[in-house]
T-cell receptor
Framework: QKEVEQDPGPLSVPEGAIVSLNCTYS??????FMWYRQYSRKGPELLMY????GNKEDGRFTAQVDKSSKYISLFIRDSQPSDSATYLC????????????FGTGTLLAVQP | DTGVSQDPRHKITKRGQNVTFRCDPI?????LYWYRQTLGQGPEFLTY????????KSRLLSDRFSAERPKGSFSTLEIQRTEQGDSAMYLC??????????????FGEGSWLTVV
């Protein structure tokens, strides 16, 4: 079983839609939860960083963590064509390494 | 822009040749990481340095791979006797030591390797 599971999509939505992206994980020892956005043939770019259960909002983006269910989500409101990218969840056990464990990524296409 | 810089961005090599990638981290970051990403997959951790010390290596890093960070600044990743299975994007990242929001990991644009 992979440590982090993420639906690879692709997910296609019309402009203005609310997008929900999700990951599940197996080890309750994960302490930090991140979402990265990756455009085609580019490096991942950090979008959101959370370390506790609950919601964190930044503009059109909301990250949600439910540690009891081992489930994390990223919501994008009023989606734009420029949001079309691969969205990667990344988890971190904390401790000395600060090593990230990534999901496979979900490819999102926002149609104008 | 003073982000993580990687060179070359693209490399095509013949099977059996050696290749070397260079990474220049964000200047104040003492941690440097290498990840590998294949098509349709998320990045996978390869190794990391704190200053010049290589502190952890993944089992993915076979003995054909070697990484160095000689003066605690830039790093190189060398792949010897390349195989077609080495074709991937090699990502470098950097951060401050420790964890938490102040120790966010920032990635470079990646170096694409194609082994033919």
């Amino acid at each position: 079983q992979k440590e982090v599971e993420q639906d690879p999509g692709p997910l296609s939505v019309p402009e203005g839609a609310i997008v929900s992206l999700n990951c599940t994980y197996s080890n309750s020892a994960f302490q930090y939860f991140m979402w990265y956005r990756q455009y085609s043939r580019k490096g991942p770019e950090l979008l959101m960083y959370t370390y506790s259960s609950g919601n964190k909002e930044d503009g059109r983006f909301t990250a949600q963590v439910d540690k009891s269910s081992k489930y994390i989500s990223l919501f994008i409101r009023d989606s734009q064509p420029s949001d079309s990218a691969t969205y990667l969840c990344a988890l971190n056990y904390g401790g000395a390494t600060n090593k990230l464990i990534f999901g496979t990524g979900t490819l999102l296409a926002v149609q104008p | 822009d003073t982000g993580v810089s990687q060179d070359p961005r693209h490399k095509i090599t013949k099977r059996g040749q050696n290749v070397t990638f260079r990474c220049d981290p964000i200047s104040e970051h003492n941690r440097l990481y290498w990840y590998r990403q294949t098509l349709g997959q998320g990045p996978e951790f390869l190794t990391y340095f704190q200053n010049e010390a290589q502190l952890e290596k993944s089992r993915l890093l076979s003995d054909r791979f070697s990484a160095e960070r000689p003066k605690g600044s830039f790093s190189t990743l060398e792949i010897q006797r390349t195989e077609q299975g080495d074709s991937a994007m090699y990502l470098c990242a950097s951060s401050l030591a420790g964890t938490g929001a102040g120790n966010t990991i920032y990635f470079g644009e990646g170096s694409w390797l194609t082994v033919v």
